[in-house]
């Protein structure tokens, strides 16, 4: 969707991931609001799945994950099929 393979962005100092939605949410637009994650909503979109640092949000605390200067945030489409 964004067709990134890598993006460096600053955040302020004790940034949580919901700081990093938001800013990702209003760079991008419509397509990333109706698709990964609307600013305001307690979780990203069915069908996505991010982690900080190789581990899963939720067991972070989900959107309220604290982040930390360095940290690898991966932003994941979920497939299924058979």
């Given amino acids: ?3 990134k393979k890598e993006e460096h962005i600053e955040l302020k100092e ?11 949410a209003g760079a991008n ?4 609001r109706k698709e990964v994650y609307e600013p305001g909503l307690k979780d990203v ?4 799945s991010v982690t900080v640092n190789g581990v ?7 959107l309220e ?3 930390s200067e360095g940290d690898n ?4 489409s979920l497939m299924s099929g058979g």
Avoid: T, W
């Fill in 1 to 3: 969707m964004l067709n």
């Fill in 14 to 24: 004790e940034a949580f991931l919901s700081d990093l939605l938001n800013k990702l």
């Fill in 29 to 32: 637009g419509a397509v990333f």
């Fill in 45 to 48: 979109k069915m069908g996505f």
């Fill in 56 to 62: 899963i949000m939720g067991q972070l605390g989900g």
């Fill in 65 to 67: 994950a604290k982040l």
């Fill in 73 to 76: 945030v991966i932003l994941m």
